[in-house]
């Protein structure tokens, strides 16, 4: 039996690794600074889903999401993996 993959699902948004070259362009884009980002957990379904097609993804990598939107047609969200805010 075919293991079941969350980010196929048609309600959960895209999720993308952001290379480590882009963090710094997007960062600046936002005016923002990496550790004020909103988080993400590592345990989160839609990171173990990456990982296992990419590998392990370590803390502080920024995932970009990207969602549907009826008015937008679609919105980019950004989350850095951190783990010591869900303790």
Known sequence: MAKFNVLD???VP???IVPEEEEKNILKELNIE???LPKISPNDP???ALEAVHG???E???IKIV???P???HSVYYRVVASEVFK
């Open 71 to 73: 008015t937008m047609g």
């Open 14 to 16: 895209e999720h993308h």
């Open 60 to 62: 502080g990598t920024i």
């Open 34 to 36: 990496k550790e004020f």
């Open 46 to 48: 839609a990171i173990k």
């Open 9 to 11: 699902h048609n309600l």
């Open 67 to 69: 969602r549907k939107s």
């Open 56 to 58: 392990k993804i370590k």
